[in-house]
Structures are given as C-alpha cells and as structure tokens.
C-alpha cells in the first residue's frame, strides 16, 4: 500500500472491501435508528450489533479495541462519544441518543456514527443535530484531490460555529483502512500554526463533527472511556467514511 506524507492511499480494491464494511455498518446503524424510542434500555441497542455482527461475519472493530468493552459507543445528551451501553440506562422522551460504530471486513475497516431523537426533541435538540449532520456533507464536499485536509476543517468550523454552537476540540476524525485509526487527525477546527497534509486520490477518511449546545469543553467520566460536555449541554455526533478519488468524494458508509 502506497503512502503520502505517513498516510496510506488505497487502490480500487482495497477501496471496495471498505466500501462493504462500511455499508455493513450503515445497515446496522439504520436498524438501531429504526428502534430508538422511549422505554429502551441502550443495552438493547448492543445486542443488536453483536447479533447483526454475526449474521454478516463481521468482527465488531470497537469490542478490545484498547480495552473498549463493547461493539458499540451509545451516547446519550450531553455524554459526546465513547459511552458505555447499559442495562440500567432507559431512553427517555427528548432524550438524543448517538450511536457510534464499526465492522472489520476482510482486513478492512468501517466506521460510522448518527445521532437520533427520542419521541420529540426539544427545538435546540433538533437544531443541534440537524448542525451536526448539515456539518459533516459540508466537510465531505472539500474531501477532494489538490485541496487541503484543513479545508474539510474549516468548512465545517465555520458552518458550526456561524449557528453559535461549540466544536469539540479533544477528539477529531481520522484515517481509516487495514488499521481502525490512521494517520491523518482531522480536526473539526484548523487548528492554529499547523500546515495540514494535501489531499491525494486513495485516502480513505473518517470525518466526524462532535459539537456542543454550550462550549468546546470536555470530561471524562470515572469508566476512562465516556467523555461528556464539562457544562452539561447536550452534544451530537455524526460520522462517514469518505473516499477521496479522482471524481471528488465518495461516502462509503451507506447502505445503498
């Protein structure tokens, strides 16, 4: 596999196997959207990705993934990434809920993440999520050769933060391919004295905004893993893994 500034470029090939780890996950993600409501515990919703998991003969890529216990993060309000699915957690009306995982393939990853409203959501609520998601097709249309990794960046950032919402600093998009996590980081902000990498046909990245009702601040709960607002404001999350080819981007997680 060939690279470019320490990132991998993937052939057609190898761009086909993400494709179908990647629409296997797009599956799953749409069945657990399909049974989000009020009443469910979000244990529930990890029983559904081991047992789809197995159906496909995919290998859940979160589940010890440095000790990460589960095949799923479920996160819900103002917990932003990397929460523990529960038996004892039940989803409630106006609650959001953000799903966010992945499949090996044949020695490939797939990675995706969506954030759904329980019942009805507040306005903010659904205004957060439709920012986030909005954020993400944003970042994607500047996925494309000769342009710079920054521009996704800071595409997004000024999306984001022209609603007066917060973009979570600590965690960031990344490569993705034969490895779960490649190089390059991709920051939902342009960071500041950094020159970013340029963009060539065959990286294949996961880009994926975190913002925030409130600001950029973050937690970590007592598990290690569970990250959450510092000031309780509720937090969304959306994902896609995105080829960059010679025809602009191609999203690979849908299920299409």
């Given at each position: 596999m060939k690279k470019f500034r320490g990132v991998f470029l993937k052939n057609d090939k190898e761009i086909g196997l993400m494709r179908e780890a990647n629409r296997i996950v797009s599956r799953i993600l749409d069945e657990l959207g399909e049974n989000v409501r009020p009443g469910v515990s979000t244990m529930y919703f990890e029983d559904i990705c081991r047992a789809r998991c197995d159906?496909?003969?995919?290998?859940?890529?979160?589940?010890?993934?440095?000790?990460?216990?589960?095949?799923?993060c479920c996160s819900v309000n103002e917990e932003i990434v990397h929460g523990f699915p529960s038996k004892e957690r039940i989803l409630e009306e106006g609650d959001i809920v953000s799903f966010d995982m992945g499949v090996e393939y044949k020695g490939f990853h797939g990675d995706s993440a969506r954030t759904f409203g329980v019942g009805k959501v507040s306005d903010e609520a659904q205004k957060l999520m439709d920012v986030t998601r909005e954020s993400l097709y944003i970042g994607i249309e500047q996925a494309r050769p000769g342009n710079n990794l920054y521009?996704?960046?800071?595409?997004?950032?000024?999306?984001?933060?022209?609603?007066?919402?917060?973009?979570?600093?600590?965690?960031?998009?990344?490569?993705?391919?034969?490895?779960?996590?490649?190089?390059?980081?991709?920051?939902?902000?342009?960071?500041?004295?950094?020159?970013?990498?340029?963009l060539k046909a065959g990286m294949v990245l996961a880009i994926e905004p975190m913002v925030t009702l409130g600001t950029h601040e973050v937690e970590v709960l007592d598990d290690n893993w569970t990250a959450v607002t510092?000031?309780?404001?509720?937090?969304?999350?959306?994902?896609?893994?995105?080829?960059?080819?010679?025809?602009?981007?191609?999203?690979?997680?849908?299920?299409?």
């Amino acid at each position: 596999m060939k690279k470019f500034r320490g990132v991998f470029l993937k052939n057609d090939k190898e761009i086909g196997l993400m494709r179908e780890a990647n629409r296997i996950v797009s599956r799953i993600l749409d069945e657990l959207g399909e049974n989000v409501r009020p009443g469910v515990s979000t244990m529930y919703f990890e029983d559904i990705c081991r047992a789809r998991c197995d159906e496909y003969g995919v290998r859940p890529n979160f589940l010890g993934y440095q000790g990460f216990p589960f095949a799923l993060c479920c996160s819900v309000n103002e917990e932003i990434v990397h929460g523990f699915p529960s038996k004892e957690r039940i989803l409630e009306e106006g609650d959001i809920v953000s799903f966010d995982m992945g499949v090996e393939y044949k020695g490939f990853h797939g990675d995706s993440a969506r954030t759904f409203g329980v019942g009805k959501v507040s306005d903010e609520a659904q205004k957060l999520m439709d920012v986030t998601r909005e954020s993400l097709y944003i970042g994607i249309e500047q996925a494309r050769p000769g342009n710079n990794l920054y521009d996704i960046s800071a595409a997004i950032q000024s999306y984001v933060e022209g609603f007066g919402l917060g973009i979570v600093r600590r965690f960031v998009g990344h490569g993705i391919g034969s490895h779960l996590h490649e190089k390059p980081e991709i920051p939902n902000f342009v960071p500041r004295g950094l020159s970013g990498v340029p963009l060539k046909a065959g990286m294949v990245l996961a880009i994926e905004p975190m913002v925030t009702l409130g600001t950029h601040e973050v937690e970590v709960l007592d598990d290690n893993w569970t990250a959450v607002t510092k000031d309780g404001s509720l937090s969304a999350h959306f994902e896609h893994s995105v080829a960059v080819t010679s025809d602009g981007p191609r999203i690979l997680s849908l299920s299409d």
